[in-house]
């Protein structure tokens, strides 16, 4: 059985990479003053976040059927049997449950994945999703695997400033106001849901720590049983400049590297960056399944 794996580019894999590593990468719409551009494809994070910056009204917006069913089609013309396809979590966006229902015209062909994932965490499922394809495993083995090992995973982000959550409703103006006087960073969550309020410091440099911390309350807890080859952790943000990324991911990897051997980083996807801002930081562990040897 030849199975193709698809993604979307809320995963961090961008159509350019995904040729190089054999999987499909559909690029996610964003709309700035009414003009639609994609994701990895037309438009560079230094662009995307300098429209937030200079104040103009930027969304994002879930794939249109066409453009998915388009790629489906173009895939099993290429001669695979059938797609996996792995968009962002359901909890985070109504594109997931839009695949599912447009799979429903494949006859099996198609098996759409919720495994409640975005960024650096859906990354390593979309690389599992690859490496069990290579293994010669069904789309449906594979999506039941998937969602078998969903919520083995975290993300925590710190977000530089309130003004994006209170443009979606998630801070008050009071209470955005007042945390700009106080430098109150909030720590957010996505554990297999929604983004979720953690904790909140003051400055971003307690933030970080915050994070690093709950990272290794993780591994202390949540995942100290497994197997520390089994582990990937991601450094992640939407940072505009490549020096600060650079320090982030040093500070990441510095504190990790002797429990965990495979850290990375990745910038978060538009679709989390439109709601935390520019110079978000982020941090993600995923425990996988697959032997690389």
Known sequence: MKTAVMTDSNSGITPEEGKKIGIYSLPMPVIIEGDVFYEGKNITQEEYYGAMTSGKNVTTSQPSPGDVMDMWDGILKEGYEQVVYIPMSSAL???????????????????????????????????????MANQGMTAEEIKKRLEENAYNSSIYIAVDTLEY?????????????????????????????????????????????????????????????????????????????????????????????????????????????????????????????????
């Open 165 to 293: 959550l209170k443009k979606g409703g998630r801070v008050t103006a009071a209470g955005a106001a007042i945390g700009a006087v106080l430098n109150i960073k909030p720590v957010l969550t996505i554990q297999g849901e929604k983004l979720d309020a953690f904790t909140k410091v003051r400055g971003m440099k307690k933030a970080e720590l915050k994070m690093l911390e709950a990272i290794e309350e993780d591994l202390n807890t949540r995942f100290a049983n497994v197997d520390r080859k089994q582990l990937r952790l991601g450094a992640a943000g939407t940072f505009q400049k490549q020096e600060d990324a650079d320090q982030w991911y040093k500070m990441v990897k510095d504190t990790f590297e002797n429990e965990i051997h495979d850290i990375y980083y990745d910038s978060l996807s538009f679709s989390i960056g439109c709601h935390v801002g520019p110079n978000a930081i982020g941090i993600g562990i995923s425990v996988v399944t697959r032997d690389e040897k």
């Open 93 to 131: 966006s109504a594109s997931c449950h839009a695949a599912i229902q447009l799979s429903e015209e494949y006859d099996g062909k198609v098996q759409v994945v919720d495994d409640h994932r975005i960024s650096v965490t859906m990354r390593e499922s979309v690389l599992e999703a690859k490496w």
